[in-house]
């Protein structure tokens, strides 16, 4: 008899996800359902492919030979479908969290490139800091994250897309020479940085803790709004220049030259791995595509992708 896909579906979200209750939730059904989809897909096999610990559940060693061949199923399902229905097959809503330096920099780009390429694909974005998405899509509340490299969650798939420089400026109204700054004078302005939490935020404190911190420091999720302070002369920023590139050439902005380097911004997009996600992987590869077009149209003093391991 053959094996019913959909029980398939099922054992892998639990193998994933550990659980009864969040692969119903995953797969829009009811526990029951879910239970009785794993009862009856042992039974047709006529092997134990879970076992149940009180709460906890794991993998037997049927269950952890059979996983990456039901994946596999499921992905041969997935590509018959897109072969036989062509871009038809790339249809549906995603929900897409991204970052907001990730949305400055890509997000109209990769927009267009979707209405023009997948026009049944629509998405709804949703922005958050890279710890807030990251625990969001192991959640189901999300179906692709763009955010910092370094955030991970169990069961998801990391993929890099680029590095963008980050620099210091500021208002030509609050500091206007043009003489390289030691970090111990740079502290004695307010720092406009990232919120608290992320990669970058740790080493903006890392930078300014042998000197006892800045005299104010600012932490934003948004980038637009750390851009407006810096542009109002209220601080320091450290971002990455090749989005205020505008606000340079009119002299908005000025970079600040410090006697010491910053870390890039290194950008991941993920997604849960599972075998019919397609739009996922498809949306991913896209990412990445519109990354490069991003990297190559950028100064490759500020932004790059084959850096540091990429």
């Given at each position: 008899?053959?094996?019913n896909?959909?029980?398939?579906?099922?054992?892998?979200?639990?193998?994933?996800?550990?659980?009864?209750?969040?692969?119903?939730?995953?797969?829009?059904?009811?526990?029951?359902?879910?239970?009785?989809?794993?009862?009856?897909?042992?039974?047709?096999?006529?092997?134990?492919?879970?076992?149940?610990?009180?709460?906890?559940?794991?993998?037997?060693?049927?269950?952890r030979?059979?996983?990456?061949?039901?994946?596999?199923?499921?992905?041969l399902?997935?590509?018959?479908?897109?072969?036989?229905?062509?871009?038809?097959?790339?249809?549906?809503?995603?929900?897409?969290?991204?970052?907001?330096t990730?949305?400055?920099?890509?997000?109209?780009?990769?927009?267009?490139?979707?209405?023009?390429?997948?026009?049944k694909?629509?998405?709804?974005?949703?922005a958050?800091?890279?710890?807030?998405?990251?625990?969001?899509?192991?959640?189901?509340?999300?179906?692709?994250?763009?955010?910092?490299?370094?955030?991970?969650?169990?069961?998801?798939?990391?993929?890099?897309?680029?590095?963008?420089?980050?620099?210091?400026?500021?208002?030509?109204?609050?500091?206007?020479?043009?003489?390289?700054?030691?970090?111990?004078?740079?502290?004695?302005?307010?720092?406009?940085?990232?919120?608290?939490?992320?990669?970058?935020?740790?080493?903006?404190?890392?930078?300014?803790?042998?000197?006892?911190?800045?005299?104010?420091?600012?932490?934003?999720?948004?980038?637009?709004t750390?851009?407006r302070?810096?542009?109002?002369?209220?601080?320091?920023?450290?971002?990455?220049?090749?989005?205020?590139?505008?606000?340079?050439?009119?002299?908005n902005?000025?970079?600040?030259?410090?006697?010491?380097?910053?870390?890039?911004?290194?950008?991941?997009?993920?997604?849960?791995?599972?075998p019919?996600?397609?739009?996922?992987?498809?949306?991913?590869?896209?990412?990445?595509?519109?990354?490069?077009?991003?990297?190559?149209?950028?100064?490759?003093?500020?932004?790059?992708?084959?850096?540091?391991?990429?």
């Open positions: 008899m053959p094996v896909l959909r029980f398939l579906e099922t054992f892998v979200w639990i193998a994933r996800l550990g659980s009864f209750s969040k692969t119903a939730e995953r797969l829009n059904s009811t526990l029951s359902a879910v239970s009785a989809r794993m009862q009856a897909l042992e039974s047709e096999l006529g092997v134990r492919l879970l076992e149940r610990q009180g709460r906890s559940i794991r993998l037997t060693q049927q269950g030979d059979a996983l990456p061949i039901a994946e596999r199923l499921l992905q399902e997935g590509d018959f479908e897109s072969t036989i229905r062509g871009t038809d097959a790339f249809s549906g809503r995603v929900r897409l969290g991204i970052i907001d990730a949305a400055n920099a890509v997000l109209s780009a990769f927009l267009r490139t979707i209405q023009a390429r997948h026009p694909i629509e998405l709804d974005l949703q958050d800091t890279s710890h807030n998405l990251m625990q969001r899509l192991a959640l189901g509340g999300i179906d692709l994250a763009v955010s910092l490299v370094g955030q991970t969650t169990p069961g998801a798939v990391h993929r890099r897309l680029f590095q963008m420089a980050c620099h210091w400026v500021a208002s030509p109204q609050l500091i206007s020479s043009h003489r390289t700054m030691t970090l111990a004078g740079l502290a004695q302005y307010p720092i406009l940085t990232f919120s608290q939490g992320s990669t970058p935020h740790a080493h903006t404190e890392a930078l300014f803790a042998p000197h006892g911190g800045p005299r104010r420091m600012y932490c934003g999720t948004s980038l637009s750390v851009i302070l810096a542009k109002d002369g209220l601080g320091v920023a450290i971002i990455p220049a090749v989005l205020v590139q505008e606000d340079l050439r009119a002299g902005l000025r970079m600040v030259p410090v006697d010491a380097a910053f870390p890039p911004l290194e950008l991941q997009v993920s997604y849960l791995s599972d019919q996600n397609r739009l996922q992987r498809l949306l991913s590869e896209l990412l990445i595509e519109v990354g490069a077009q991003f990297c190559q149209e950028s100064s490759p003093e500020l932004v790059w992708q084959d850096r540091s391991g990429f």
